[in-house]
């Protein structure tokens, strides 16, 4: 393998389908944590749910892609509801409890023998993308898009894919220039100070929670939709905190910092594992098997994780200044 | 004792002429301690009102609970005759009684202009829906920002406008808490120690802006412990200790009323504090 092909192999990852399901489930995040300052440890299943629900009502209703799509964020906001009425009221931290518990109790009961007429159980479901293929407009054959050749439908899933994050970006961008924006801002700060100034707290928190959600149930459908597989270990914890880490790497309370979060954290993943990979085939790694390349990545990206922020805490796009004074 | 505030005699629980607030046996226990135990009290309208006493007198509960940050064992209260009890906070800050806090909530990282444009109500921008339509809202948005301006002026915080309040003094921060708490025009202001951690100079121009409410006709209630400021601007001075209204009436009265003495200001009231020191250091050895 030479360094074209992993450059290359690193830029498909740039823009592939799975890059574009955690971004979007970032910039969902970054609504709720970012802006409102809600701790949402089960982004994963808010993704779930909107895949799960997409694909329930192709397979199962038999409906068309935008009753599906609807369907799915339907989940997706009858769930934030769930967890955000009995916890908002709480404090903080007690959401973060009540979202990961909840969303471990959710993949374990969609991948469960009980659940399969529903769910698919543990299999999950597959081939549900029909009706979103064949309203692809490009004409078969390969496109060669630099140095990465895709086929019609692989162009069209990424066209649509990346359309979907422009959308959520501009959407999230003119909340926050709002002065609704302005009020998840200052219950971010002090939900009380806030209460005290005439607002309902707790119904922009449960909006917060719904939209970042919703946000995040159009990455559950990408993420899915590529492979037209969804199985219930993609939804484990580690997707939640893959989508923690690509918001902070590119900043918290910033909408380019997610898109380009993700982006960076797939491409560095793609180009560690494949340097480690010839590194141990030309036997400069005697400890390492090359079948732990793929584990041991993940240690080398986290590594470089803490460095990032320790030595540059606001993320990418971050004001240094709003960090000065979190010290 | 005559005075144009209370209908007779200043006494605990006594009736005023135009009373804000009424409160009737609000009680409020954590665990076995009663923290409040107000029988009646009313806050005269258009006045500065002090309430005063010792630590652990249940003010700030007290504040907490006409509030709606903190919900009564028993009690009722109603202010402009409406009833407040079981109301949540927000909606009483929407009925113009508006808080401070104790420990200054200044929003960091908000700008200073942000943070006073978030203290007026009824913003149409804050619907969800109407937040994407900016014609809906701009004109809305330039009069608060204009009337923002205008009050951190006022309050000597315009060259500030667009630093982040974590940038600010402690001083600074309360003075911005106190022009916030002034965009949305409120009928009653109730401050929580508004000059504590304030330096002297600050304290004159804070006692101004406390003044100037009154002017404008605001009902200002207040807790503080400086005796200084208290004689100063108050027209009436709640005494509360043990969560019990134990006097009230005019500043000047309620200093010499032997309750308070003994409750708040103590036996050595007039004594330089040093020398009480010194004599208890002294006695001790």
Sequence with gaps: MDIIQILSLALNELVAPMTVGYILCAIGLAVHFGFTGLLNFGQAAFAALGAYGYGYAVLVFGWDLW?????????????????GIPTLRLRADYLAIVTIAASQALRFTVGSSTAAPITGGSAGQSQFGESFYALNPFPEGEYNLGTVTLTNLELWMRVVAWGLVAIAALFVFALTRSPWGRVLKG??????AVRALGKN????????????????AFGGMVFVMSSQANEPTNWGTNFTFITWTILLLGGAATILGPIVGGMVFFALLTLIESFLEILVNAGLLPFLLI?????????????????LVIFRPQGFFGNKKEMQFNG | MANDISVGKAEPGCKKIDPILVADNVTRQFGGLTAVDVKHVEIPR?????????????????????????????????YEGKDLAGMPSYKVARLGMIRTFQLTKALSLLTVIDNMRLGAQGQAGEGFFKAFIRPLWSANEKRITAKADELLTRF?????REDYAAALSGGQRKLLEMARALMSDPKLVMLDEPMAGVNPALTQSLLEHIKDLKNNGTTVLFVEHDMHMVRNISDWVIVMAEGKIVAEGPPS?????????????????????????????????
Excluded at chain 1, 187 to 192: G, K, N, P, S, V
Excluded at chain 2, 270 to 283: H, Y
Aim: hydrophobic fraction near 50%.
């Design chain 1, 291 to 307: 079948e732990q390349v793929a584990q041991i990545r993940f240690l080398l990206v986290g590594l470089i994780l803490m460095l």
């Design chain 1, 67 to 83: 009753g599906a799509i609807l369907f799915g964020l339907i989940c997706a906001m009858a769930f934030a509801a769930l967890l």
């Design chain 1, 187 to 192: 219950i971010r700060e002090d939900e009380d």
């Design chain 2, 253 to 285: 009265q309620v200093m010499k009323d032997q309750a308070v003495i003994d409750a708040y200001l103590g036996a050595h009231a007039d004594t330089d504090l040093g020398t009480v020191a010194i004599n208890k250091i002294k006695v001790g050895k």
């Design chain 2, 46 to 78: 258009g006045k500065i009102t002090a309430l005063i006493g010792p630590n652990g007198a249940g003010k700030t509960t007290f504040f907490n609970l006409l509030t709606g940050f903190d919900k009564p064992n028993t009690g009722t209260w109603t």
């Design chain 2, 156 to 160: 000597k915080l315009d060259a500030k």
């Design chain 1, 201 to 216: 707290v707790f119904a922009y928190k449960l909006q917060a929670l719904v939209i970042g959600g919703s946000i995040a």
